[in-house]
């Protein structure tokens, strides 16, 4: 036996950081299984757009990054009976805010810009800002990036600034801005913090917002039907917007492209926008694998991560009605939402006249959803739910798995040649020095010989089950009843067993 502890102890002075694995989807049929689904997300969307008076819709089904479904409903010009196709391009409004965002990014990683510098270095006028108390700190880009720059919710008259020039969007400065919240005090969604970000994207870059957009993202994702202004887009492609009028769809003027592009100007196509989305979605999971991105994969995952949380809505419910509380942040240009199931949504609405569209991905699945549609605010976040929630529920498909790291395991072989008697646990070397204060050899034999008394005799000891590199649980069979074993590391190179349970399986 003691052989065999020198022999653990050797293998663990090994690199525990060397042994992360990412996590993978491991059904081999989970494909089939999606698009076992497609029938009635089909005539979901199809009912959704008719109850809701939608002249035309496009949407489309993501998975691992790939666009392997599409679907339409309608027309994209009334009049002329233009049918909706995924190559159809809509206006999706504050959709565009996330490529500001990594355009913001972008800048940050080449040393260009840093998060918290106060926007005022990129933006004089801004040193004019009178906040609410002489102690409040200056807006900085951060802020800008998750609506908490103290500016007031300012949709009505965000969504009709579109098309003004830069000189207007400056003058808002220069005349000195009202606010409704000191910064980095809460959050309140402000498209004029997104025209802001946009600003100083061309202040830094040296082009147009549009320009620097296009040649770092569209561009090296081979979004060649995307567009800023309308007028630009081919004959029989673009999307008129409409409002439900008395009965009957009436047309909305097209706003030009202009400064607030860069809170919700892009037009494009599901095809299109669905290169983007494999973006998001392929920075899942963290790895070792070369960058192929427009930004580095580490900063998409920042850029989905929730810095601002808004709200926990307690009496949420699923789609069927199930009770299902679910909190909501912000990340940059990005929302984020965890449910009572823990599955984690990111993605963002666009809503303006004439239109509204959503996107949502469930980063830990692999899927997403997204949906354009040309009526005022049209309610496709909605739509994209109940397509997700039809989607897992009936193709049952899970979440990634994260495979336990070798130190894991070591130490979970180690500990089960310990059990149940614990004998002269302290020679082995594999626990941390909290853990003899922290467990005391005679209760853990003790506590251990009675689960296993309960038992019966152990017939097998499963695989440690990771909840992430360094914590897990493995659970051991036995003739009557089954064991559940977890534990803990510590942060220490090789890691040690820190903390550490026993009991029955429920």
């Not at 391009?89 to 972008?106: G, N, Q, V």
């Not at 260009?112 to 006028?125: H, M, Q, S």
């Not at 900085?140 to 207007?168: C, F, K, M």
Request: proline share 6%; aromatic share 12%; net charge neutral.
């Amino acid at each position: 036996m003691k052989n065999y502890f020198y022999l653990l102890l050797l293998l663990s002075t090994t690199s525990t950081f060397a042994q992360y694995k990412p996590a993978t989807f491991t059904d081999p049929d989970r494909l089939k299984k999606i698009e076992a689904t497609f029938p009635v997300i089909d005539q979901l969307y199809k009912d959704y757009a008719e109850k809701n008076h939608w002249p035309g819709m496009a949407y489309g089904i993501v998975v691992d990054g790939k666009l392997i479904h599409t679907g339409n409903v309608g027309y994209t010009d009334v009049a002329a009976k233009t049918p909706v196709t995924s190559k159809s391009d809509f206006r999706i409004a504050s959709m565009t805010k996330s490529l500001t965002a990594m355009a913001i990014l972008k800048l940050r990683d080449e040393g260009k810009l840093k998060l918290d510098d106060p926007a005022y270095l990129y933006i004089p006028e801004m040193k004019n800002n009178k906040y609410l108390t002489k102690d409040a700190v200056p807006v900085t880009i951060r802020h800008l990036l998750t609506h908490a720059a103290g500016y007031p919710e300012d949709n009505p008259w965000g969504d009709r600034q579109l098309a003004v020039s830069d000189d207007a969007l400056i003058a808002i400065y220069k005349k000195g801005v009202s606010f409704s919240n000191n910064p980095g005090q809460g959050y309140e969604y402000s498209n004029l913090g997104f025209a802001t970000l946009g600003y100083i994207i061309k202040k830094v870059s040296g082009k147009t917002y549009e320009t620097y957009i296009n040649d770092n993202i569209l561009k090296p994702l081979g979004m060649t039907h995307t567009y800023w202004e309308y007028t630009k887009v081919p004959k029989g492609q673009l999307a008129l917007g409409y409002r439900w009028l008395d009965d009957k769809w009436v047309e909305q003027p097209l706003l030009h492209d202009g400064a607030y592009g860069a809170m919700g100007g892009l037009i494009t196509t599901i095809e299109d926008f669905s290169k983007y989305m494999a973006v998001h979605m392929n920075a899942w999971p963290a790895r070792d694998d070369a960058e192929d991105g427009p930004v580095k994969r580490s900063s998409v995952r920042e850029m989905q991560y929730p810095w601002d949380v808004n709200y926990l809505t307690a009496n949420a419910k699923t789609t069927t009605g199930r009770p299902c509380p679910t909190v909501s942040a912000y990340g940059y240009g990005l929302r984020w939402a965890k449910d009572c199931d823990n599955r984690v949504y990111v993605g963002h609405s666009g809503g303006l006249p004439g239109f509204g569209s959503q996107w949502n991905i469930l980063p830990d699945y692999g899927v997403g959803v997204v949906s354009f549609a040309n009526l005022t605010y049209a309610n496709g976040g909605r739509a994209n739910t109940i397509a997700l929630d039809t989607l897992l529920a009936l193709s049952g498909i899970k979440p990634r798995t994260l495979p336990a790291s070798a130190i894991l395991t070591q130490r979970r072989d180690e500990l089960v040649q310990l059990l149940p008697d614990w004998n002269n646990p302290q020679s082995t070397g594999i626990f941390a020095d909290n853990f003899f204060m922290d467990y005391f050899p005679d209760k853990l034999k003790a506590e251990a010989t009675d689960v296993y008394a309960k038992a019966g005799k152990i017939t097998s000891v499963g695989e440690v089950i990771a909840e992430n590199n360094l914590r897990g649980y493995f659970i051991m069979t036995g003739e009557k009843a089954n064991i559940r074993v977890s534990f803990t590391l510590t942060p220490e190179n090789p890691a040690l067993i820190q903390e550490y349970h026993i009991g029955m399986v429920k």
